[in-house]
């Protein structure tokens, strides 16, 4: 589409000398446009200069017009002038009709997308037909302001809030410099406002997340807060790679950027340093890991919080006292561990009673007071029945009924261990298909038992069970693998023993 070029420029010069040579002709109005008013001015000569009564009084209108016209013809010209510099701005300006056409057929895709609610798509159509505008109109056109408009919409509901807002200001800031139409202006001021809104939202649950205090002071500076994200994400990634280490010094960093966001205390402080107590303990830094623990339970004193917030630094401190043989010290914690889990579950059953019991059952276990530990597991059983069979933390589950079964082997009673051990293996094959170390221990208990009631196949069935579960999940502990292959080995020769005993054996 190809606009027609403008007239021909009018020169301020010739029209200045029109008017001064022939202005009583109206010549300088004809020259720029005004042909009525030209013609009513020849009128008022003819009329001046004919022999009628009272035709002087056109010569007398027609002189001080001519003089007024003086800054007519200036106000002419420039209205001209705007007018064909606007016209100049337009001469040859083409517009890519199949540009338009591809853009149109994006659109199609675009509303089918946004109707399956498949937003990634929306996103990446409105992205091409935004650049599609930006080609074709090059420059502020309602066309590119509502493309924007579109693609910031997507992105508000692919959750791209930052990007969003961008695409949606810039569309608001073409609407008013092109004096867009007031209701497409309310689309996009609405839909600002929900992409503003959803920034809101979304940087409070960040806080929550963090345990940050929401609103303004401390705990709102956001390059803080991405800083705490990504450390978080960081460790726990080091810590699923089993990179205790990394674990530890990342966690450390993230527990130094939460106190400056919180200014010293605040559940962010908490929620990092239970963690990083949590890695010393498993690298056997006890002393580190009781220093760090104390200072959390302090500041959550400080801090008035409940007893949700103590139940794990507790419960992770007595594991602390436990593992350097100060038994009487962890009893303690375990049991005010236990009464603030049963305080918390309201008289149900949840996963948090189970862990704080069996905790306590494994310490009288390891601490030779077996009846005390029986009674615990039976306990944390009766609280586990109740629990739904496919919910809840499935390795806590299986590691109470290991414990449990472990207690009956270590009294040879084996025929109450091995319905334990089975149904272990049933919670962690629902879980995890039964790849875990739980289940690795599971079958090779279960293969002692089998090779204790002279079953040498079944038990040969869990030992190879048990050693290919070890070079899966624990292929760095070489004594559970060569225990294993021992186990295989003895199992086997014993098989062919048998086997050989069969064939010498005189038939009868």
Not at 148 to 156: D, R
Not at 406 to 435: D, T, W
């Amino acid at each position: 589409m190809r606009i027609p070029p403008p007239r021909s420029p009018r020169r301020k010069s010739f029209a200045y000398l029109l008017l001064v040579v022939g202005g009583f002709l109206g010549a300088h109005r004809f020259y720029l446009g005004s042909y009525l008013g030209g013609a009513a001015q020849l009128l008022l000569l003819l009329v001046g200069v004919a022999n009628l009564p009272g035709s002087r009084v056109a010569l007398v209108l027609l002189g001080p017009w001519l003089l007024l016209d003086i800054y007519w013809v200036h106000v002419r010209l420039k209205q001209q002038d705007e007018a064909d510099h606007t016209a100049r701005r337009s001469v040859g300006k083409t517009y890519d009709l199949e540009a338009l056409g591809h853009a149109d057929a994006l659109r199609e895709r675009f509303v089918a997308a946004a109707e399956m609610h498949d937003w990634a798509a929306a996103v990446a159509l409105s992205e091409q037909i935004v650049a599609h505008a930006r080609k074709v109109f090059k420059g502020p056109h309602q066309n590119l302001a509502m493309s924007l408009c579109m693609h910031g919409q997507a992105c508000y509901q692919f959750k791209a809030l930052d990007e969003a807002k961008a695409s949606l200001e810039e569309s608001l800031a073409i609407g008013r410099q092109i004096g867009m139409p007031a209701e497409d202006m309310e689309i996009v001021r609405k839909a600002l406002a929900m992409t503003l809104a959803g920034i809101g939202e979304h940087h409070a649950a960040r806080q929550l997340r963090a345990g940050l205090p929401a609103g303004g002071g401390p705990g709102n500076d956001p390059v803080l807060l991405d800083l705490l994200e990504d450390q978080e994400r960081r460790y726990r990634a080091a810590f699923e790679r089993r990179d205790l280490a990394l674990a530890e010094r990342l966690c450390a960093e993230a527990v130094h950027t939460s106190r400056l966001l919180c200014g010293g205390l605040g559940k962010a402080v908490v929620l990092h340093l239970i963690n990083h107590a949590e890695f010393c303990r498993q690298l056997q830094w006890h002393d580190k890991a009781v220093s760090l623990l104390d200072e959390c339970l302090a500041i959550i004193d400080q801090l008035g919080l409940d007893d949700s917030w103590r139940l794990g630094p507790s419960n992770t401190l007595a594991l602390l006292h436990a593992g350097a043989g100060r038994s009487d010290e962890a009893e303690v914690l375990y049991k005010k561990t236990i009464a603030m889990a049963v305080a918390l579950s309201k008289g149900n059953s949840t996963d948090e009673v189970v862990r704080a019991i069996n905790n306590l059952a494994f310490l009288y276990a390891n601490t030779d007071q077996d009846q005390k530990a029986e009674l615990c597991y039976a306990r944390a059983m009766v609280h586990l029945d109740k629990l739904a069979p496919d919910g809840g933390d499935a390795d806590l589950h299986a590691d109470l009924l290991i414990n449990f079964a472990q207690l009956h082997m270590s009294r040879n009673e084996s025929g109450y261990a091995k319905p334990l051990f089975e149904r272990a293996l049933a919670v962690q094959e629902r879980s995890c298909r039964g790849i875990s170390t739980s289940a690795a221990t599971a079958h090779n208990d279960l293969g002692l038992i089998a090779q204790e009631q002279g079953d040498l196949r079944e038990a040969l069935k869990h030992f190879k069970r048990t050693l290919l579960l070890n070079q899966i999940c624990a292929p760095d502990h070489f004594g559970n693998l060569a225990n294993a292959q021992r186990n295989i080995d003895n199992v086997s020769l014993a098989l062919a023993a048998v086997a050989r005993a069969a064939r010498l054996e005189p038939s009868t």
